[in-house]
C-alpha cells in the first residue's frame, strides 16, 4: 500500500519570502505521478503542480517548483515570493500509473501568508 | 464553463439519519471520483466511475454507504443510516474521458456533513 506524509501541520511564511512544503512517500512502484494541490478557504480543491517519477528534471509552474528526490521518496513543493491569494492547504498526492486515476494522498498542510 | 459542484455544501444531521450528497461533474467528463476527509485525517479515496458504472469502490467503507451515478451524469452518494464517525468533507471529482495517468482531476469545493 502506498503511503503520503505531510510532517508539517502549519506553517507562516511573510508575504514575498519563500516557503518549503515537505511530502515523503513511500511505494514498491516505479511508474508513478506525484501532485501539490492547493486549497484555498471555502474554494475548490486546484492542482498546483505535477512530477512524473521517469522525469528527472524537477517540475517548474510560474512561482512554484518541487524538489523530487526519487531515491528519498521526496517531494517538497517551494513557493517563491508568497502572496496573500497563496494562503491554503496544501496536499501531497500520489498515483501509480497502471492504477487509472486513484489519488493518495497526505494529511496536508496549512500555509498561512502574513502581510 | 461550470466547475464540478457539490451540493450541499454543509449538513448537519443525527445519528441515525440519511443524508444525500450530490456531484455534478465538469460536462463531458466520464470519469467521477468521490473522496472524503474525516476530521484530522488524509483524503481517502472511496470510489470511480466511468460513466455509470463503478469501475473501482474499494474505498467504500462500508454498505451504509450507497453511490449511484444513473445515466453517467450527476452522481449521488448516500449515508444510511448516518453515524458519527461518517462526519467529515465529502469531495466529488472529474476527469475527462480518456483515463490517461496524469489527467487532470478536477475538484469540487466538498460538501462538509457533521453527524450529531
Known amino acids: 500500500a502506498q503511503t503520503v506524509t505531510q510532517s508539517q501541520p502549519e506553517m507562516s511564511v511573510q508575504e514575498a519570502e519563500t516557503v518549503t512544503l515537505s511530502c515523503t512517500y513511500d511505494t514498491s512502484e516505479n511508474n508513478y505521478y506525484l501532485f501539490w494541490y492547493k486549497q484555498p478557504p471555502s474554494r475548490q480543491m486546484i492542482l498546483v503542480i505535477r512530477?512524473?517519477?521517469?522525469?528527472?528534471q524537477n517540475a517548474t509552474e510560474n512561482r512554484f517548483s518541487v524538489n523530487f528526490q526519487k531515491a528519498a521518496k521526496s517531494f517538497s513543493l517551494k513557493i517563491s515570493d508568497s502572496q496573500l491569494g497563496d494562503t491554503a492547504m496544501y496536499f501531497c498526492?500520489?498515483?501509480?500509473?497502471?492504477?487509472?486515476?486513484?489519488?493518495?494522498f497526505g494529511g496536508g498542510t496549512r500555509v498561512l501568508v502574513k502581510p | 464553463e461550470a466547475g464540478v459542484t457539490q451540493f450541499p455544501s454543509h449538513s448537519v444531521i443525527e445519528k441515525g439519519q440519511t443524508v444525500t450528497l450530490r456531484c455534478d461533474p465538469i460536462s463531458g467528463h466520464d470519469n467521477l471520483y468521490w473522496y472524503r476527509r474525516v476530521m484530522g485525517k488524509e483524503i481517502k479515496f472511496l470510489l470511480h466511475?466511468?460513466?455509470?458504472?463503478?469501475?473501482?469502490e474499494s474505498g467504500m467503507p462500508n454498505n451504509r454507504f450507497l453511490a449511484e451515478r444513473t445515466g453517467g451524469t450527476y452522481s449521488t452518494l448516500k449515508v444510511q443510516p448516518a453515524e458519527l464517525e461518517d462526519s467529515g468533507v465529502y469531495f466529488c471529482?472529474?476527469?475527462?474521458?480518456?483515463?490517461?495517468?496524469?489527467?487532470?482531476?478536477?475538484f469540487g469545493e466538498g460538501s462538509w456533513l457533521t453527524v450529531v
Open positions: 498526492a500520489f498515483m501509480i500509473k497502471a492504477a487509472g486515476n486513484k489519488l493518495t
Open positions: 512530477q512524473e517519477a521517469y522525469k528527472q
Open positions: 466511475f466511468v460513466k455509470e458504472s463503478k469501475q473501482d
Open positions: 471529482a472529474s476527469s475527462p474521458v480518456r483515463v490517461q495517468p496524469g489527467n487532470t482531476i478536477y
